[in-house]
């Protein structure tokens, strides 16, 4: 379980964020996001296990910020028990949350790194202090995708003279991070400029966080959007009416190819044909240098109820899961793709824009910049 939970409506004014950590607190709140776009539930999340189910159940969901959730998970279990031993097991329970994001493993091992030599007295403050540091090097570099996206939207609408369409894939928004976002952050930083955005919305079947979650994101910000469904994508590409694709990623692999929510590829294939620019957003922690391409990435699979039902609100409120296929149907839920590096026009990162792969190796160069 994950906790207690306090429920709210939804309110398109009321800030937001993903993950908190009261001052001093040893918890972490989240937002759960099953419940958007028709209530917003803050649970509370007090020891290891209740980081797995929330990250396992997708309570949070968002390459960074379950890797932020896993790095408090095992500073929550250091707190019960700092023994090497319980160190190994907190740190296997919470890997084996979610397989395909490399940003949960990243986190893990950068915890248990850390505290590893430390004696088991100091291992807890430590841990909890680099869980913090996690969490503040997601929001700064949020804020660089941010920085240096916004450009390209700045540069779109100077040369169109219009409004500027965007296309988003899942939500790789705040609530996938603990700061801007990553594909959100130029769209954010562009409404701040004052620069004309719309952002046109894939439904994201079978979990639809882009109709549950980025839609919800955009209304709360006052940004205009507008929803579709994710086969109307090649479409619209077709008609002229996508200017660009701004999509997230799970894990990049050290050739360039991106893994990210299902669908993806799709968007990308219709891009390259179309003629339109494809950028993945892509914060450090996501490229996974020890995995030479997109075929050695494991891909998910989930449970086929999740495209076999589809969850919703009533007309009263009332939430509802029906049914939308004969009885006995055989399925397959594969939770991401692999998008070959090819198709990718760049990759928005903190440091700044990188135009392929060779490009990319060269804004993180040291070793450091690959841990």
Not at 17 to 22: E, F
Not at 91 to 116: E, F
Not at 230 to 246: E, F, K, P
Request: proline letters at 5%; one cysteine or more.
């Amino acid at each position: 379980m994950t906790g207690s939970a306090t429920t709210s409506r939804t309110d398109a004014h009321e800030p937001y964020r993903a993950l908190v950590r009261p001052a001093g607190a040893r918890h972490i709140e989240v937002i759960d996001q099953r419940a958007l776009p028709h209530a917003r539930t803050t649970r509370r999340i007090d020891d290891a296990e209740a980081a797995a189910t929330a990250i396992r159940d997708m309570v949070v969901r968002g390459a960074p910020l379950i890797g932020a959730v896993g790095a408090y998970g095992l500073a929550l279990a250091i707190d019960c028990d700092p023994s090497d031993a319980a160190l190994v097991r907190a740190h296997a329970l919470l890997d084996a949350a979610r397989p395909t994001a490399v940003n949960l493993r990243w986190a893990l091992d950068r915890v248990r790194t850390h505290v590893a030599p430390l004696p088991p007295a100091q291992r807890a403050e430590a841990a909890w202090r680099e869980a913090d540091r996690i969490r503040d090097e997601d929001v700064a570099i949020n804020a660089g995708i941010g920085r240096h996206g916004v450009g390209v939207l700045r540069s779109v609408a100077r040369e169109q003279g219009r409004t500027v369409n965007v296309m988003t894939h899942c939500n790789a928004g705040a609530l996938a991070t603990c700061g801007l976002g990553t594909a959100t952050a130029p769209i954010f930083l562009a409404q701040r400029e004052g620069v004309p955005v719309h952002v046109i919305v894939s439904e994201t079947r079978p979990r639809l966080q882009g109709a549950s979650l980025t839609a919800w994101e955009m209304a709360a910000r006052g940004i205009e959007h507008t929803l579709i469904v994710d086969s109307a994508s090649g479409l619209l590409m077709q008609r002229g009416d996508v200017d660009l694709v701004i999509v997230g990623a799970d894990r990049v692999a050290a050739n360039g190819d991106v893994c990210n929510k299902i669908g993806t590829y799709d968007k990308a294939l219709a891009a390259a044909d179309n003629g339109v620019p494809f950028y993945v957003a892509l914060p450090s922690p996501t490229i996974d240098w020890d995995t030479p391409s997109g075929d050695a990435i494991p891909i998910e699979a989930r449970a086929i109820d999740e495209i076999l039902s589809i969850a919703g609100a009533a007309a009263n409120g009332e939430r509802i899961a029906v049914t939308i296929a004969t009885a006995g149907t055989k399925a397959v839920n594969f939770a991401f793709d692999v998008t070959p590096q090819r198709l990718v026009t760049g990759y928005i990162t903190e440091r700044g824009i990188a135009r392929g792969i060779v490009a990319l190796r060269e804004l993180f160069s040291t070793a450091d910049d690959r841990r």
